[in-house]
């Protein structure tokens, strides 16, 4: 395991509520609603990884903050647990931070999993709390020794270990978190894989051959995108590729053979192997790769 420097974080208690509904805003996005847990905003990767869309948020000005009130936080959880006829049954831990990075200073993922062992899995209740992590052994230490959970599902983002070095120095090695993931895997843990973003030039060849070997039960592809708001707020020539959609409620994206290009390799390679979805894309690409988008195979669907 390689150390690595992470951002200090402010601790603070939040006066508001911690789970909400997420509706997608990108305008013919394909993306499944879901809801959100705010336990913190930002991340401690440092740096932030090049292409992350809080660079363009006013978290990106402050100190990462991680929520300290977490006996509040899983009072409410346990009572979103407790309901029916809900919109989505995923909670979704990863919107607005990496869902482990704060488990250092506010240690809180072995205790989520206990409320959705106690209040989702032993009442056979649908409820899933999906965890989003760039991290590896360190930020998982809380998972690898505990018990799995069927009703918590652990997803991690992965590139080529080229493009991660150079565009995500602060989170953990590409090798790290696939060996963390096998790790889980072989305890039992629910496993969701995500290439995303996927960059113009990179080869991918590798890591889909790792990812086949590992066979999480759900792969997610993203290819690199940007919104109106963090194009205004970065320089970064990685997004000079990219296509200004004129209708900033859009998505700037490669061209679409481009994406489908990047797509399709992985596409093929699972073919049979886990269910395949595709990160705030478009129907067109969904229906040209032959994914059914109805079903909304992707990271955050159920």
Known sequence: MV???????????????????????????????????????????????????????????????????????????????????????????????DSLTFEGPRPLAASLVEVFRREAESKDRRHVLLLVTKGGARECEALLSTQPCRNVVISFSVNSPDAARRYEEGAAPVEERLDTARRLRRQGWRVRMRIDPMIQGEDYTWLIEELRKLAPERLTLGSLRAEDNLLRSSDDELFSALEDPKDKTKYARYPRDVRLALYRQAVEAFSGVCPIGLCEETRDVWDALGLDADARSCNCGS
């Open 3 to 97: 150390h690595r420097r992470k951002a200090a974080c402010e601790l603070k208690e939040r006066k508001t509520k911690f789970v909400d509904i997420f509706r997608t805003t990108p305008v013919l996005t394909v993306c499944p609603n879901f809801y959100v847990l705010m336990h913190a905003n930002g991340c401690t990767f440092a740096p932030l990884c090049r292409y992350c869309y809080l660079k363009s948020s006013f978290w990106y000005l402050q100190k990462p903050r991680a929520f300290s009130n977490v006996e509040p936080l899983l009072r409410e959880v346990s009572e979103w647990i407790a309901k029916d006829d809900l919109e989505s049954y995923i909670l979704n831990a990863g919107n607005l931070s």
